[in-house]
């Protein structure tokens, strides 16, 4: 556990550690409510110089000109460190939101292997020769924005901090990372190591701090010509209409309310535990949990009697401990926020067939602990179906067919990802294409590849990350022209 101390943690600006700011903040310990360090609040000013060395030193010459396969090195290297340091990593992590540790180690590896994808799509993408319509030969090249701005979430801050800093670098940007104020750590963290495997100082400012303050200043500055953001829809709504106003792009993945479907002829044991899974894991707070279950009415008793059972002999404990299956609840204030809506999905009618309560015992008393909830008796219309909770509460609804389903299964704000289990392939290929959501996954569900393009639909979001589309995001798209006449 790290160290409380009350010298606040400093800020990553052009290769150097600041401590200038005015402001502090607390990083807590959910697992504890103890006090893991304070860190500094980037104000204006900080955000301001950040900027200024962002911008110098993407236009350097050592790093606009920089050959790919040079830049696909640096990545590599960092991409390295990350494996070095992983148990730093996920030891950060654990410590700032309560993922247990064989969840924070998995992160970590996927963060370093999010740097050698990216490292090879920066050796490997090339330019397009377009057709000409004449004598002259026409091409399509990418250029850098310049300072991107790259705002992370706390649910999994490893994972998100990868997914945006190696594409933006690939690309050739100078990125500013501002991490969520709840998990702050592994962005400084990562800003170390980037310096140490030869990241120009500059290319990579790490700035801790709140929304409020250091969020919309990165967003309003006029030096930040692209901003990438992951979390809730109200921000990003907030961040998009900035973005609108200065004519800058932003990529913006936001909030979920993801179906999980089950047709009659699944496979029931395979289904649960993937139910289990796609909710429980992290307590729920991912944006691609499977909150809403849908059952079809001939198997929902007995699918749901399998649910309760399993997801009853989930073991909740402290994160570090190694029997954990799933440990506190980010933050205080997240667990009441997940306390109200669960208080609003039983006085509107709901039965609670799992959990609705804080585990009993000492091991729980200081902590954010919340255990795993399964409600049921509530129709779509109902709060805890619509909105997104974000923590371990399953919402179960029957269907009757395939077309009650899409109707249900589509009556949201949301449209990120979605999952079905159905051994009728056709079915499957029907249903796939009706759901509007940005992911469907097919009898399996949370299955990720940093490969395959991710993102939204509806107010979950605008953009794809990953794959090779990944860096495009983050780069201009130009054309040239060029006379072949005398």
């Not at 502090?24 to 110089?49: H, M």
């Not at 998100?160 to 690309?171: H, I, N, R, T």
């Not at 953001?229 to 309310?257: D, M």
């Not at 299956?325 to 006085?347: C, N, Y």
Request: hydrophobic share 45%.
């Amino acid at each position: 556990m790290p160290v409380a101390t009350s010298t606040p943690k400093p800020l990553l600006i052009n290769g150097e550690w600041v401590t200038d700011a005015t402001e502090t903040f607390e990083s807590i310990n959910p697992a504890n409510g103890a006090l893991n360090y304070q860190l500094s609040l980037a104000g204006t000013g900080q955000v301001d110089a950040a900027v200024a060395s962002a911008k110098e030193a993407a236009a350097r010459p050592a790093w606009r000109d920089m050959l790919p396969h040079v830049r696909a090195q640096l990545l590599q290297r960092i991409a390295a460190l990350v494996v070095e340091h992983g148990d730093e990593f996920a030891r950060i992590q654990m410590a700032e939101n309560g993922k247990v540790w064989v969840e924070c180690k998995k992160q970590a590896a996927s963060a370093a292997a999010t740097f050698r994808y990216f490292a090879a799509v920066c050796e490997t993408q090339g330019s397009d020769v377009t057709p000409a319509r004449g004598n002259y030969l026409s091409m399509t090249v990418y250029e850098p924005y310049g300072v991107v701005a790259a705002i992370t979430p706390w649910n999994s801050p490893l994972t998100m901090e990868a997914q945006k800093v190696a594409p933006a670098l690939a690309a050739g940007n100078a990125v500013i990372l501002k991490p969520s104020e709840v998990t702050p750590s592994a962005a400084l963290l990562l800003g170390r190591l980037a310096l140490e495997a030869g990241l120009p100082p500059g290319i990579l400012n790490v700035l801790t701090g709140n929304g409020q303050v250091t969020g919309k200043a990165l967003v309003e500055h006029d030096g930040v010509r692209m901003v990438s953001f992951t979390g809730g829809t109200a921000s990003g709504r907030l961040i998009g209409a900035t973005a609108a106003q200065r004519l800058i792009p932003a990529a913006l993945e936001l909030g979920g309310k993801s179906p999980h479907i089950v047709f009659d002829d699944a496979d029931l044991e395979a289904a649960v535990e993937s139910i289990v899974d796609g909710i429980f894991e992290g307590s729920g707070q991912s944006c691609v949990a499977g909150s809403r279950l849908f059952v079809q009415r001939s198997i929902y008793g007995k699918l749901m009697d399998m649910l309760v059972k399993r997801a009853g002999a989930i073991r909740v404990g402290q994160p570090a401990a190694e029997d954990s299956q799933m440990g506190p609840i980010a933050s205080f204030g997240h667990r009441e926020r997940i306390e109200k809506f669960v208080k609003t999905a039983l006085d509107e009618g709901g039965r609670a067939l799992l959990g609705g309560k804080r585990p009993d015992g000492q091991e729980f008393e200081h902590g954010a602990f919340y255990l795993p909830t399964i409600i049921d008796g509530l129709d779509n219309s109902a709060t805890a179906v619509r909105e997104e909770i974000f923590g371990p509460v399953l919402c179960a609804l029957p269907f009757d067919d395939e077309e009650d389903l899409i109707a249900q299964a589509n009556d949201t704000v949301y449209g990120l990802a979605s999952g079905l289990w159905t051994s009728n392939y056709p079915r499957a290929w029907r249903v796939a294409r009706a759901l509007e959501a940005g992911v469907v996954w097919i009898n399996t569900y949370k299955q990720l590849s940093i490969a395959t393009p991710f993102g939204g639909f509806k107010n979950s979001g605008i953009g794809r990350e990953k794959g090779i589309g990944g860096m495009r995001l983050y780069q201009q798209t130009k054309g040239i022209y060029w006379s072949m006449g005398v």
